[in-house]
């Protein structure tokens, strides 16, 4: 084995952190099929992030395996660079700029596509920080990885001295059921940098400051992101309005914001399918079919209506008595749902998982495991959310059926 090739590798491959605050957008020229590919990969990373952190222990071997898997598959992402199979490979050093370049780019598309309103920022920024806290603990495995990415973002943050660790070391080791206090690196930060540690006890606190362990570091440096993320989405908010006369962006970042929870809609070519209310009817007639025809565009105005997200149908025009419209997973009590899911065949587990769901305010994943248990998917279906399955050719007429006594 030619170990001063390792070295050589290691060493170009370590002079940056892969880590990143993504405070410099790129620079570099992108066509706009790579533009679509690498935002609806990263788009899908963040779904993985979100259901992974629901289904899953955080932080779990399991967790941390579909976690490499989704980020191998949309994000390139290498191996460690302790695979010294990896870094002998010639082409390591280019793969992992690329896997950079990746990263780096289909972060700031998404940042274009989710400043637009709080609900696209509070779920971006959410999905975002579990996949950089993830990242982060990785990294974090090696004390030198830490010193470096903290230095490249200017983050002033170093451990405290050996006299003062060993002073409070009892009470060190007492917040954090520790007994090796004096192999660990603390860090003392302003205790409402780390309010989530103070919530749950984990750090020693005196006069206003935390006391927190290195493998705890990961708490104050995801605040930092999710501050900065933040700031920028408000920013880059602002800066949208330039794009209003580009017909080749524009469009594409409406369609990705429009995807976080269901697909994009071409309304040409699918109808909605009760996803647009209809308004009170007189007669079948006169009313009745005048609105289908209008919400087609074949009639008044000829506006092509975009067809209601599932989330606006979660929290707007709640359904009343004589209604027919709504989502059964946010709008049936607790009995009703539990006899309807029991009536449509789903097993005693899965109800509860599915009632679990609910209580938690997840309603499109209770319809995706509701979906996947009764189609016997053997993959995430969350794409399926909300599309009108009356005009999907793929399923067949039991799927239709089931789907449709739901309410769909």
């Keep these: 084995m030619d170990f001063a090739a390792v070295t050589l590798f290691r060493r170009k491959a370590e002079c940056h952190s892969r880590l990143q605050m993504y405070k410099i957008p790129p620079v570099h020229k992108i066509s706009l099929e790579d533009f679509d590919t690498i935002a609806i990969e990263r788009l899908k990373l963040l779904r993985d992030v979100e259901t992974f ?27 460690s660079m302790d695979d010294q199979t990896t870094t002998l490979n010639p082409h390591y050093i280019d ?27 509070r779920w971006f920024i959410t999905q975002e920080v579990d996949l950089f806290k993830f990242r982060f603990n ?44 004096e192999m660990t690196n603390y860090y003392k930060v302003p205790f409402t940098e780390v309010l989530d540690l103070v919530r749950w006890r ?19 440096i995801s605040n930092c992101f999710r501050i900065h993320l933040s700031h920028a989405l408000a920013l880059t908010a602002k800066s949208l309005p330039y794009f209003e006369e580009d017909e080749r962006i524009l469009p594409r970042l409406t369609n990705l914001s429009r995807q976080y ?4 809609y071409d309304s040409k070519k699918e109808m909605p399918g009760g996803k647009i ?11 009745y079919a005048y609105n289908v025809r209008h919400s087609f565009g074949k009639e008044g105005k000829r506006t092509d209506y975009t067809p209601y997200s599932c989330m606006k149908i979660i929290k707007s025009n709640l359904p009343g008595q004589g209604d ?43 319809c995706t495991r509701y979906f996947e248990i009764t189609h016997k998917s053997a993959t995430t279906v969350y794409d399926v959310i909300n599309y009108d399955v009356t005009m999907d050719d793929n399923l067949d007429e039991g799927a239709l059926e089931s789907m449709d006594a739901m309410g769909y």
């Design 53 to 79: 952190g629901i289904r899953r222990k955080k932080y779990s071997d399991e967790y941390s395996t579909a976690m490499w898997t989704s980020l191998r598959k949309f994000l390139d992402y290498t191996y």
């Design 95 to 121: 793969d992992l700029k690329k896997e950079t370049v990746k990263d780096n780019t289909s972060h700031f598309i998404l940042r274009l596509a989710y400043c637009r309103s709080e609900e696209l920022r």
């Design 138 to 181: 990785f990294d974090a495995e090696k004390f030198e990885n830490i010193e470096k990415f903290l230095e490249e973002n200017s983050l002033k943050y170093t451990p405290i001295s050996e006299e003062e660790r060993n002073e409070r070391s009892s009470k060190l080791a007492s917040a954090d059921y520790v007994s090796t206090v």
């Design 202 to 220: 984990k750090v020693y606190l005196e006069k206003g400051y935390a006391y927190v362990p290195r493998d705890r570091l990961v708490s104050i």
């Design 261 to 264: 929870l269901d697909q994009s």
């Design 277 to 287: 209310i209809l308004g009170q009817i007189d007669s079948f007639e006169r009313v």
């Design 324 to 366: 027919y419209h709504g989502c059964p997973f946010r709008h049936y009590n607790a009995n009703i749902l539990r006899q309807k899911l029991v009536a449509y065949g789903v097993p005693h587990p899965a109800i509860k998982e599915i009632q679990d769901l609910v209580k938690r305010s997840r309603y499109q994943l209770a």
